[in-house]
Nanobody, 122 residues
Framework: QVQVVESGGDLVQAGGSLRLSCTAS????????IGWFRQAPGKEREGVSC????????TYLDSVKGRFTISRDNAKNTSYLQMNSLKPEDTAMYYC???????????????RGQGTQVTVSS
């Protein structure tokens, strides 16, 4: 059974950094695009970043460009989201998901994690 698990969420001060990890098991990881999403209380879920299977293409939400970096290590079945210069408005539950291509909608991904909480204090 495929499992997608996020980790690395924490409480951090504004201006700080975190690195989230997304590990998938029981799938051929390098065949899948990995999308990162977030949802803050009372707000709609939004796509933060996506990386194609070969890492040839990456995309970012405008508000995180220049601060967040997505990457993947196919040998470890893991994707990373490095988040620098964090702001209070980055506070949210962060999710990752795997599917054949990048989509801005998490519902398009067949395999999804349960999320990891990121809280940025001012």
């Amino acid at each position: 059974q495929v499992q997608v698990v996020e980790s690395g969420g924490d409480l951090v001060q504004a201006g700080g950094s975190l690195r989230l990890s997304c590990t998938a098991s029981e799938l051929t990881f390098d065949n899948y695009a990995i999308g990162w999403f977030r949802q803050a209380p009372g707000k709609e879920r939004e796509g933060v970043s996506c990386i194609t299977p070969s890492a040839g293409t990456v995309t970012y939400l405008d508000s995180v460009k220049g601060r967040f970096t997505i990457s993947r290590d196919n040998a470890k079945n893991t994707s990373y989201l490095q988040m620098n210069s964090l702001k209070p408005e980055d506070t949210a539950m962060y999710y990752c998901a795997a599917w054949g291509w990048c989509s801005p909608r998490m519902r398009d991904y067949k395999y999804r994690g349960q999320g990891t909480q990121v809280t940025v204090s001012s």
